[in-house]
C-alpha cells in the first residue's frame, strides 16, 4: 500500500524559507514522476513543481527561480525560497499522478 505523508509546512515571515517533505511508504518514487501542488482557498488545485524518473525537473511560472524540487528513493522535497503571500496554500506531493498526501499549510504572512 502507498502512503505519502508530507510535513514541513508553518507560518513564515515574507522572504523568509521553508522545505516541505515527503515520506513516501510502499513506492520507490524516483522509479516515478513526482510532483508538488498546492491548493488555495478558493482557487484551483495547481501544479508547483515536477521531477521526472530522469531528473528532468518543471516548475510553474511562480514557483521559478525560488523553488527546487528533488528526490531521492523514500522523501521527496520542495525547498521554498523568497516566499510570498502568495504561496499561501496547502502544499501536496503527489506520485505518479495517482497518489496523493494529505497535505501542509503554508502560511506566508507577517
Known amino acids: 500500500q502507498v502512503r505519502l505523508v508530507e510535513s514541513g509546512g508553518g507560518l513564515v515571515q515574507p522572504g523568509g524559507s521553508l522545505r516541505l517533505s515527503c515520506a513516501a511508504s510502499?513506492?520507490?518514487?524516483?522509479?516515478?514522476?513526482v510532483n508538488w501542488y498546492r491548493q488555495a482557498p478558493g482557487k484551483q488545485r495547481e501544479m508547483v513543481a515536477m521531477?521526472?524518473?530522469?531528473?528532468n525537473t518543471n516548475y510553474a511560472d511562480s514557483a521559478k527561480d525560488r523553488f527546487t524540487i528533488s528526490r531521492d528513493n523514500k522523501m521527496a522535497y520542495l525547498q521554498m525560497n523568497n516566499l510570498k503571500p502568495e504561496d499561501t496554500a496547502v502544499y501536496l506531493c503527489?506520485?505518479?499522478?495517482?497518489?496523493w498526501g494529505q497535505g501542509t499549510q503554508v502560511t506566508v504572512s507577517s
Open positions: 521531477v521526472t524518473p530522469a531528473g
Open positions: 503527489n506520485v505518479a499522478n495517482i497518489w
Open positions: 510502499g513506492i520507490i518514487i524516483r522509479s516515478h514522476v
